[in-house]
């Protein structure tokens, strides 16, 4: 509403002046600082629109969107042009979302999603210890699911069981899976 008000300020300010009616006249600077608030919200307005944009918001997208706009309020700060007002608000917005999302990136849930969301993988993460954290989490979870669908070997007869694709017996070297063991040991055969 704020971006179509200053959109709409040159027909605003005539209408305004030919109305007979005692309205409250918005000055230069009011009009200014109408359109510093409206580029300050501009992201916030993007970050809604795009997750009420979907019927499900995936959960991986909330990393995603938190850094995204704590990296636009640091810039916004940074920004010459703002006045002191101005970059009040942009750190009233930046220490919101600080409370409210700072540590979104310890979260388990929305770490793991974002992890495992191929769109993004570890890119969106800031902070190194956090992409170590999931990555582990990501890897104990698959080890033990890997370990519950692997059944515990029962002692076998040792005529029954399979030969070793590892061993070096001669019949080996026409193993198709040769060449690439020998290049993991680093001894390929000539």
């Excluded at 307005?45 to 990393?63: D, K, P, R």
């Excluded at 582990?136 to 519950?148: A, D, P, Q």
Aim: charged residues 25%; glycine residues 4%; hydrophobic residues 35%.
């Amino acid at each position: 509403m704020m971006e179509r008000f200053v959109e709409l300020e040159p027909s605003i300010r005539s209408t305004i002046a030919l109305l007979d009616v005692d309205l409250p006249i918005l000055t230069g600077e009011e009009w200014q600082l109408l359109k510093r608030f409206s580029k300050i919200l501009k992201p916030f307005e993007n970050a809604t629109c795009a997750v009420s944009g979907e019927h499900f918001m995936s959960a991986s997208m909330v990393i995603v969107l938190t850094n995204g706009l704590l990296d636009i309020c640091s810039k916004l700060i940074k920004t010459v042009e703002f006045s002191d007002l101005s970059r009040n608000v942009v750190k009233t917005l930046q220490s919101g979302l600080h409370e409210r999302l700072g540590n979104v990136e310890y979260s388990n849930t929305l770490s793991i999603c974002t992890f495992l969301d191929p769109r993004f993988k570890t890119y969106p993460f800031q902070n190194s210890d956090a992409v170590e954290r999931v990555r582990k989490n990501v890897l104990g979870v698959l080890t033990s699911i890997i370990n519950e669908m692997t059944p515990e070997k029962p002692n076998e007869d040792p005529e029954l069981q399979s030969p070793n694709p590892m061993s070096s017996e001669p019949e080996s070297e026409f193993s198709i899976w040769s060449s690439l063991d020998n290049r993991i040991s680093g001894t390929e055969k000539k």
